[in-house]
């Protein structure tokens, strides 16, 4: 499977994977934002019972979390291609 019929064999599976990463992320999240500030929910931007450091926090913690699950998935993804095409993605 090479050219564009790897590529396009492989763009559902890409698109599968990013689906089931943003759910494991958002799930991840909601896990640790529970045990770093023992409430269910994270904080909303336009919340105004809540402080800008909670909200920062929030948003930090989340943001890091996609990045890292968003970076394992493709580099997992790329590894996965070149096993089973001989190439690397581009």
Known sequence: ???KLGKVALKPVNVALGFAAG?????L?????KIASGDDD????????RGWG???AAAALQGAIFA???AAVHRGGAIGT???TGTWPD
Do not use: C, S, T, Y
């Open 54 to 56: 909670e909200i920062l």
């Open 68 to 70: 890292v699950v968003k």
């Open 29 to 33: 999240f909601k896990q640790l934002w």
């Open 1 to 3: 499977m090479a050219g």
């Open 42 to 49: 994270a904080p909303d931007a336009g919340d105004e019972e």
């Open 82 to 84: 070149k096993r089973l």
């Open 23 to 27: 759910a494991v992320a958002g799930a």
